[in-house]
């Protein structure tokens, strides 16, 4: 199972509703901001970052220029720099949980699970379908060893994506763990009869690469269970 990054196309069109500039402005711009996602596209990351500090610089009330930078750094595994640009969005346009789920996804790269598990609680309280980050506070949860806290979430989605393999065999491990072998073999069942769809994945051109629950906790995590 992965970590679940949401930077969606619908989210870049919600922030842009922050228009502060008049319209020569705005159009310089926007300008470099396009000619930024262009270069960021031909993977010359440097040039791009330069650009949108530029248009940070130019409209510093706008948070899109701050979203790219932060989805830049995010994949260049520039955590702590990402995190302060998607922190400063969120100062500009608080409540956008898509923004709220990635800021704890660097903060569980940076190991500050407390402040990873702050952001997803904080997307589940104002959006209890959120699978996304609900699938995020699990990884926070077992990081913690707060297993209990992490089946009751797993059920939740299991109940929700019940063809996700991924999330059945946490089931299952979770449960062996606490010597429910019945529990245990009816989850771990069901990862079998999913093993070929596992959801929880997305390209992987978007910003973060594939990260499982084995790399997570480590490849003795999940033994072959009976």
């Known amino acids: 199972m992965e970590i679940t990054d949401h930077s969606s196309a619908d989210e870049y069109e919600e922030i842009q509703r922050y228009d502060q500039l008049n319209a020569a402005d705005l159009a310089e711009?926007?300008?470099?901001?396009?000619?930024?996602?262009?270069?960021?596209?031909?993977?010359?990351?440097?040039?791009?970052?330069?650009m949108l500090q530029s248009a940070c610089d130019a409209a510093p009330a706008r948070p899109d220029a701050f979203y790219h930078m932060a989805n830049?750094?995010?994949?260049?595994q520039l955590y702590p720099k990402a995190a302060l640009c998607y922190e400063r969005v969120l100062s500009i346009a608080p409540g956008t949980l898509e923004v709220l789920n990635n800021?704890?996804?660097?903060?569980?790269?940076?190991?500050?699970?407390?402040?990873?598990?702050?952001?997803?609680?904080s997307c589940l309280e104002a959006n209890s379908d959120f699978l996304g980050a609900?699938?995020?506070?699990?990884?926070?949860?077992?990081?913690?060893?707060?297993?209990?806290e992490a089946i009751e979430h797993s059920e939740h989605v299991a109940s929700r994506e019940s063809n996700d393999a991924g999330i059945h065999l946490t089931l299952a491990r979770?449960?062996?763990?606490?010597?429910n072998r019945i529990k245990s073999a009816g989850a771990y069942s069901k990862y079998l009869e999913n093993s070929d769809r596992v959801l929880w994945s997305f390209d992987k051109t978007e910003?973060?690469?594939?990260?499982?629950?084995?790399?997570?906790?480590?490849?003795?995590?999940?033994?072959a269970l009976p």
């Open 174 to 179: 979770l449960y062996a763990d606490h010597g």
């Open 134 to 148: 609900r699938r995020n506070l699990i990884l926070v949860l077992l990081k913690q060893k707060r297993s209990f």
């Open 103 to 121: 800021l704890g996804l660097c903060f569980f790269r940076m190991d500050k699970f407390d402040d990873a598990y702050r952001c997803f609680t």
């Open 72 to 76: 830049i750094y995010q994949k260049l």
């Open 29 to 50: 711009y926007s300008d470099l901001i396009r000619s930024a996602l262009l270069l960021r596209d031909k993977s010359d990351f440097e040039k791009a970052l330069v």
């Open 207 to 223: 910003n973060l690469s594939e990260y499982t629950l084995e790399d997570s906790l480590g490849p003795d995590y999940f033994p």
